[in-house]
């Protein structure tokens, strides 16, 4: 199995950080300037993002590929934190090996303890018109739109087009390559975890937010009246030193 695209910097305890389905990991360059002042930050690609590429026809796990890099790297103790789809990635790893995460961060985590909603089933099926019609300059707009908060500047705007339209290039050449998830299992994931949910998000991902607090043994949810899906790239200086908190300072 090759080894996903990463970057490791700084050091102390180890960080391990989980992009969103809309990114890759330069979605956290801003904070990671601050983070590795401290800690041992561990950046991964997600296959069919960035560096880290799709092998047409060769079946897959993400939690896998993040284990198997972590074991490459010889982590066996880490805080994680995990945006969106890659908070589904964090849940899986939190799941799978709850002896060797230290803290867990989800901001705005997708997860499957809520039904998705009619607004983000339509999201779905728009992109899916768009990408089967040719169209990924829409689909990528339609995906900036969605998913930045009204608080997101234009360059925030245009790292999420960049990232978001590569990501798509990659996905459509590839064709459809199975996918593995592991179990989770929400009584496992023991270690206190802090999970952020903006107000300006689509109903589905606040009402998981809530869900999983409610669930989760030792969890505490951060609602953020001014953010959307991404707040880290919305107001990435506040979203910094919040989530530096979270995993104890």
């Known amino acids: 199995m090759a080894s996903l695209h990463h970057r490791v910097e700084g050091a102390g305890p ?9 990114a890759d990991l330069r ?8 983070w590795r002042l401290t800690r041992t930050v561990v950046r991964c690609d997600l296959r069919g993002f960035g560096g880290s590429a799709l092998t047409p026809g060769a079946p897959y796990g993400d939690a896998e590929d993040v284990l198997a890099l972590l074991d490459e790297l010889g982590i066996t103790r880490f805080t994680l934190v995990g945006a969106s789809y890659g908070g589904s990635v964090a849940l899986q790893v939190a799941s799978a090996t709850p002896e060797a995460v230290e803290r867990l961060v989800l901001l705005a985590p997708a997860a499957e303890v809520v039904q998705p909603d009619p ?12 990408v089967d019609d040719g169209d990924i300059d829409a689909a990528t707009e339609l995906n900036v739109a969605t998913w930045l908060g009204p608080d997101a500047d234009d360059a925030a705007r245009s790292l999420v087009r960049t990232m978001q339209r590569a990501a798509l290039v ?3 050449a590839a064709g459809d390559v199975e996918s593995r998830e592991l179990l989770v299992v929400l009584e496992r994931v023991t270690m206190p975890t802090t999970v952020f949910v903006g107000s300006h998000d689509l109903p589905f991902f606040v009402a998981t937010a809530r869900e999983l607090v409610r669930r989760l043994p030792h969890a505490r949810l951060v609602e953020l009246p001014w953010a959307g899906h991404l707040p880290t790239l919305e107001r990435p200086a506040q979203m910094t030193g919040l989530v530096l908190e979270a995993l104890g300072g």
């Open 14 to 22: 180890a960080l391990l950080l989980l992009h969103a389905g809309v």
């Open 170 to 172: 990659q996905q459509i």
């Open 119 to 130: 607004s983000l089933r339509a999201v779905w099926e728009e992109e899916e018109r768009l």
């Open 27 to 34: 979605m956290w360059d801003a904070p990671v300037d601050t």
